[in-house]
């Protein structure tokens, strides 16, 4: 089973606690977490970008000139994508689709891997427990005194209470996360990740 060292609120470190093989002793499997990364992302994505294609296009409703005759090519709109000002051909359309399936079974899979791989390069440390009282000085000092101070952060709490979001919403690089929120985006985009016991018991729960 894998160890990971805890500390109290003063950032001392007080002994080690073992830690779920199913949840934080799994293979990597890198392939399945960016797989993952990319759906997650992609289901964020918003199709913003729109071009107009011929039928849009303001104008053109005449025929330029007659179709035979002039000794000029053939041509029926002004809104053409071949003239200036005309539609756009093949270009970004709002109605684009990006979303991507994913099995509940991969994306926890593929949260294990992370929390896993934190384990394995130490950069997840277990806190006894968060009594903050809500002021930034507190958090700002704790985090000071943990390993990896300065380093992108992310706290896993099991319930988020006033007093952590207050104290934590202006420290710059710390993000404050409810377990059961967490996913493969919020574990790839920080360093550390710091839970308290109750959420590493949590997790377990949720993932095991």
């Known amino acids: 089973m894998p160890t990971v060292a805890v500390y109290n609120q003063q950032g001392k470190k007080q002994g080690d606690v073992a830690l779920d093989d199913a949840v934080f002793g799994v293979r990597n499997n890198a392939t399945l977490v960016h797989q993952v990364y990319l759906a997650i992302e992609a289901n964020a994505r918003e199709p913003w970008a729109h071009s107009k294609d011929r039928s849009e296009v303001r104008g053109g409703g005449k025929k330029p000139w007659k179709q035979k005759g002039t000794g000029r090519a053939r ?12 539609g756009v051909t093949f270009g970004p359309r709002n109605v684009r ?3 991507q399936k994913i099995n509940k079974k991969m994306r926890r899979q593929a949260v294990r891997v992370c929390l896993s ?9 277990v806190l006894e ?6 002021k930034t000085r507190e958090m700002a000092t704790l985090r000071q005194a ?6 992108s952060t992310i706290i896993l709490v099991d319930q988020v209470t006033d007093a952590l979001f207050l104290a934590t919403r202006n420290i710059p690089k710390l993000h404050l996360q409810r377990v059961q929120d967490v996913n493969v985006v919020d574990l790839l985009h920080h ?18």
Not at 75 to 86: E, F, K, T, V, Y
Not at 129 to 134: K, P
Not at 146 to 151: F, Q, R, W
Not at 193 to 208: E, G, I, N, R, S
Request: proline share 4%; no cysteine.
């Open 146 to 151: 943990l390993p990896g101070a300065g380093k």
């Open 97 to 99: 689709n990006y979303k």
């Open 117 to 125: 791989g934190k384990v394995q390069d130490e950069s997840l440390l």
């Open 191 to 208: 360093q550390y990740v710091l839970v308290t016991k109750d959420a590493a018991a949590a997790l377990v729960k949720q993932l095991a």
């Open 75 to 86: 041509h029926g709109s002004i809104r053409s994508p071949l003239w200036a000002g005309g």
């Open 129 to 134: 427990g968060l009594d903050i009282s809500g």
